[in-house]
């Protein structure tokens, strides 16, 4: 058994019982808790996709994804969004690495627009993406759909998402990622489970087409977020 197919497997694992955790949990709550989810607030970003709509002024997330990714993100007068993450793996000699920034000029209960600009890179190369987001309230939940260019790209990259409240702690969230220039087209379908303090990603990536399929058949999601 190889190193990338025992973290798998750990990942795996945690997912499950941390999803069944908390599937106890909202089956405890009552019925009139569930009914509440409307008044819930959009995401200001799903799995890896920003939504259009920004963190509040002074809020501060402190992230984990995939056990090994670290990222923080600060909200700035309720309208821009400053984050950075890097690669913790101890001994690893690829540390890759990422900072943004997302304004979102224009907001309101039924939709939002905001731009934005990442700059990633390694210890070999860096790129600068740029772009666009629109976020939709549709029904009880929101549609978000973006657009991104950038040097690491020949074309763009087009994303589509949703986000969907069942219940005052949880939301069901997917992600559509497709490259313009290729057949490459990834799916992130799952679920955000939201304390007050904290909140906890979890899911799976699939390839839809192109080559990912050589690769994988799917890959499980899990990411947890502290929130000051």
Same mark, same amino acid.
């Given at each position: 058994?190889?190193?990338?197919?025992?973290?798998?497997?750990?990942?795996?694992?945690?997912?499950?019982?941390?999803?069944?955790?908390?599937?106890?949990?909202?089956?405890?709550?009552?019925?009139?808790?569930?009914?509440?989810?409307?008044?819930?607030?959009?995401?200001?970003?799903?799995?890896?996709?920003?939504?259009?709509?920004?963190?509040?002024?002074?809020?501060?997330?402190?992230?984990?994804?995939?056990?090994?990714?670290?990222?923080?993100?600060?909200?700035?007068?309720?309208?821009?969004?400053?984050?950075?993450?890097?690669?913790?793996?101890?001994?690893?000699?690829?540390?890759?690495?990422?900072?943004?920034?997302?304004?979102?000029?224009?907001?309101?209960?039924?939709?939002?627009?905001?731009?934005?600009?990442?700059?990633?890179?390694?210890?070999?190369?860096?790129?600068?993406?740029?772009?666009?987001?629109?976020?939709?309230?549709?029904?009880?939940?929101?549609?978000?759909?973006?657009?991104?260019?950038?040097?690491?790209?020949?074309?763009?990259?087009?994303?589509?998402?949703?986000?969907?409240?069942?219940?005052?702690?949880?939301?069901?969230?997917?992600?559509?990622?497709?490259?313009? /220039?290729?057949? &490459?087209? @990834?799916?992130? #379908? *799952?679920?955000? !489970?939201? +304390?007050?303090?904290?909140?906890?990603?979890?899911?799976?990536?699939?390839?839809?087409?192109?080559?990912?399929? /050589?690769?994988? &058949?799917? @890959?499980?999601? #899990? *990411?947890?977020? !502290?929130? +000051?």
């Amino acid at each position: 058994m190889n190193g990338r197919t025992s973290i798998h497997r750990v990942i795996l694992i945690l997912f499950i019982i941390i999803a069944n955790g908390f599937a106890a949990h909202l089956q405890a709550q009552s019925e009139a808790d569930r009914t509440e989810y409307p008044s819930q607030q959009p995401a200001t970003s799903l799995f890896v996709m920003p939504t259009a709509y920004p963190m509040q002024s002074g809020e501060v997330h402190l992230g984990l994804y995939e056990i090994f990714f670290a990222s923080g993100s600060v909200g700035i007068a309720n309208m821009v969004d400053v984050s950075a993450g890097t690669m913790l793996l101890p001994g690893q000699e690829l540390r890759p690495y990422y900072a943004g920034i997302k304004v979102s000029a224009l907001q309101s209960e039924s939709g939002a627009l905001a731009a934005g600009s990442v700059f990633t890179g390694d210890e070999d190369d860096d790129r600068l993406m740029f772009y666009a987001v629109g976020t939709l309230a549709l029904f009880d939940g929101w549609l978000s759909a973006g657009y991104s260019s950038g040097s690491q790209y020949d074309g763009g990259l087009a994303t589509m998402g949703v986000d969907y409240p069942i219940s005052r702690s949880a939301r069901i969230m997917s992600e559509f990622w497709i490259s313009t /220039d290729s057949d &490459e087209a @990834l799916l992130n #379908l *799952g679920a955000r !489970f939201q +304390l007050d303090f904290m909140s906890l990603d979890v899911g799976f990536v699939f390839p839809v087409s192109g080559d990912g399929g /050589d690769y994988f &058949e799917y @890959l499980p999601w #899990l *990411g947890g977020t !502290f929130i +000051l």
